[in-house]
Nanobody
């Protein structure tokens, strides 16, 4: 059974940093691309970032480019999102999602999310 469990969310001041983690199990983690997706209060889903199975290539939404860094540790079956220079508009529930293929594809499994609140 595929399981994705996010952690690391919380309350942070504007300009601060957080690192989110996503522990994966139930599948061969290194064989699949992974993504982070967020949902701000009252808004729809927004794709944030993606990384290939091998971890060598990453993509970012324009809204987070230069501030967020996605990475993965395939030995630990864990996906990360380092978030720096956080803004109030980054407030959202952050989900990690498994992709169907090594280099991308649709998202077929999701975690339950972790809440990030950026506020003074």
């Amino acid at each position: 059974e595929v399981q994705l469990v996010e952690s690391g969310g919380g309350l942070v001041s504007p300009g601060g940093s957080l690192r989110l983690s996503c522990a994966a199990s139930g599948f061969t983690f290194s064989s699949y691309a992974m993504s982070w997706v967020r949902q701000a209060p009252g808004k729809g889903l927004e794709w944030v970032s993606a990384v290939h199975g091998g971890g060598g290539s990453a993509e970012y939404a324009d809204s987070v480019k230069g501030r967020f860094t996605i990475s993965r540790d395939n030995a630990k079956n864990t996906l990360y999102l380092q978030m720096n220079s956080l803004k109030p508009e980054d407030t959202a529930v952050y989900y990690c999602a498994k992709r169907r293929l090594l280099y991308g594809g649709n998202m077929d499994f999701w975690g339950k999310g972790t809440l990030v609140t950026v506020s003074s």
